[in-house]
């Protein structure tokens, strides 16, 4: 089957940071630095990124990869690099038997030339890892959700996605019980589930909801105001005859909440024109949500493009749903769209 080994070794790279993550998710010290765009990054972001670029380029040094992060904050900030390689070390000294898949690190000034080599400009050409090491930095920071999220694009289609989501319940009926899953999807073969706790089990088949009836709806929607336009949803939500409360959660947790049936729809209204998504940001979840039998569009109906290197630039916002649902929410769209000019 093809893209086994990039499943394989994307599920085993996201899994190890995810170690690195929850540590520091459950630690006092973050080491936050606010990037120029305004927008938080934390050593876990670092970290995260460090490992799973050494992953990849090891299992496929060929390939190109497009990294959220890079290293300039770190190579200005000693005491910073020196607590993300003291993280990174420690990830990698406790996962000794992954090293033979996943290759090693063997000081921090390879780390930061190993996070570099995410700087590629992506495009429409070629094997292109699209890695985003904490998505949902805010909800990182917040104590809610977040996603650590990697995708491989072939010659501007998605092919491969995977993504953990450390803080949603593998039992969605049990809020309370074991947190933690890990999606992921190959073009073709369908999308599954299974707990992060358990890396060598087979993943289960999962698929969107069958619900049809938009009054048994839910629609799920970001926590932050700042990147989508909660207003509009509502307008929206409440145009389809949507009763329920919206589910909010940061990151791609989203994605992977309506792709296991929990929500049916999945609304991201831009707050601004001139905001360009970043590939990062929905290569996995796209994905995953397509091969759970979901639909994803922009809010004007057209496909994702992924050739448009860095960003989404020729997309603007997502619509994401059930098959059934989504001509009819993509309709909703345009109503509300149209009402505010855009
Ligand atoms: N104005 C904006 N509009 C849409 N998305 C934005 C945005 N500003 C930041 N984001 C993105 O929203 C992502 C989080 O999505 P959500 O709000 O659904 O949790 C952030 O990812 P990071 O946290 O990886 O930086 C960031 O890339
Ligand atoms: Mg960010
Ligand atoms: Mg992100
Ligand atoms: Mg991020």
Same mark, same amino acid.
């Given at each position: 089957?093809?893209?086994?080994?990039?499943?394989?070794?994307?599920?085993?790279?996201?899994?190890?940071?995810?170690?690195?993550?929850?540590?520091?998710?459950?630690?006092?010290?973050?080491?936050?630095?606010?990037?120029?765009? =305004?927008?938080?990054?934390?050593?876990?972001?670092?970290?995260?990124?460090?490992?799973?670029?050494?992953?990849?380029?090891?299992?496929?040094?060929?390939?190109?990869?497009?990294?959220?992060?890079?290293?300039?904050?770190?190579?200005?900030?000693?005491?910073?690099?020196?607590?993300?390689?003291?993280?990174?070390?420690?990830?990698?000294?406790?996962? =000794?038997?992954?090293?033979?898949?996943?290759?090693?690190? =063997?000081?921090?000034?390879?780390?930061?030339?190993?996070?570099?080599?995410?700087?590629?400009?992506?495009?429409?050409?070629?094997?292109?890892?699209?890695?985003?090491?904490?998505?949902?930095? =805010?909800?990182?920071?917040?104590?809610?959700?977040?996603?650590?999220?990697?995708?491989?694009?072939?010659?501007?289609?998605?092919?491969?996605?995977?993504?953990?989501?450390?803080?949603?319940?593998?039992?969605?009926?049990?809020?309370?019980?074991?947190?933690?899953?890990?999606?992921?999807?190959?073009?073709?073969?369908?999308?599954?589930?299974?707990?992060?706790?358990?890396?060598?089990?087979?993943?289960?088949?999962?698929?969107?909801?069958?619900?049809?009836?938009?009054?048994?709806?839910?629609?799920?929607?970001?926590?932050?105001?700042?990147?989508?336009?909660?207003?509009?949803?509502?307008?929206?939500?409440?145009?389809?005859?949507?009763?329920?409360?919206?589910?909010?959660?940061?990151?791609?947790?989203?994605?992977?909440?309506?792709?296991?049936?929990?929500?049916?729809?999945?609304?991201?209204?831009?707050?601004?024109?001139?905001?360009?998504?970043?590939?990062?940001?929905?290569?996995?979840?796209?994905?995953?949500?397509?091969?759970?039998?979901?639909?994803?569009?922009?809010?004007?109906?057209?496909?994702?493009?992924?050739?448009?290197?860095?960003?989404?630039?020729?997309?603007?916002?997502?619509?994401?749903?059930?098959?059934?649902?989504?001509?009819?929410?993509?309709?909703?769209?345009?109503?509300?769209?149209?009402?505010?000019?855009?």
């Amino acid at each position: 089957m093809p893209y086994t080994n990039e499943r394989r070794i994307a599920e085993l790279a996201i899994q190890r940071a995810c170690i690195l993550t929850e540590r520091v998710y459950n630690s006092q010290v973050k080491g936050t630095i606010m990037k120029g765009d =305004k927008s938080p990054v934390t050593i876990a972001d670092f970290g995260a990124q460090a490992l799973i670029i050494s992953s990849v380029s090891h299992a496929f040094p060929e390939d190109s990869i497009v990294g959220e992060e890079d290293s300039s904050d770190l190579r200005a900030d000693k005491a910073k690099r020196d607590l993300v390689w003291g993280l990174v070390k420690d990830t990698l000294d406790a996962t =000794k038997d992954l090293t033979s898949e996943l290759g090693d690190i =063997k000081d921090s000034e390879e780390m930061l030339a190993v996070i570099d080599r995410g700087t590629h400009q992506g495009g429409a050409v070629g094997r292109i890892w699209a890695l985003d090491p904490i998505d949902g930095t =805010k909800g990182f920071l917040r104590g809610d959700q977040y996603a650590v999220c990697l995708g491989l694009i072939v010659d501007g289609k998605v092919q491969v996605g995977a993504l953990v989501c450390p803080n949603l319940p593998v039992d969605p009926e049990a809020p309370e019980g074991e947190k933690g899953i890990l999606l992921s999807a190959v073009r073709g073969q369908g999308a599954t589930m299974r707990p992060w706790s358990t890396p060598s089990a087979q993943g289960t088949p999962i698929s969107m909801s069958s619900v049809t009836d938009f009054s048994k709806a839910r629609f799920c929607e970001g926590v932050e105001a700042g990147h989508s336009s909660h207003s509009e949803q509502a307008s929206i939500a409440k145009s389809l005859g949507i009763t329920a409360p919206s589910i909010q959660l940061d990151s791609q947790a989203k994605y992977a909440s309506i792709s296991r049936g929990v929500g049916e729809i999945y609304l991201r209204l831009p707050v601004s024109l001139s905001y360009e998504e970043k590939i990062w940001d929905h290569a996995a979840g796209s994905l995953i949500v397509e091969e759970a039998g979901g639909v994803i569009t922009d809010i004007y109906g057209k496909e994702l493009d992924f050739r448009q290197g860095r960003t989404l630039r020729a997309n603007k916002g997502i619509v994401a749903a059930q098959t059934a649902l989504h001509p009819a929410v993509l309709k909703a769209v345009k109503e509300e769209l149209k009402v505010l000019e855009l």
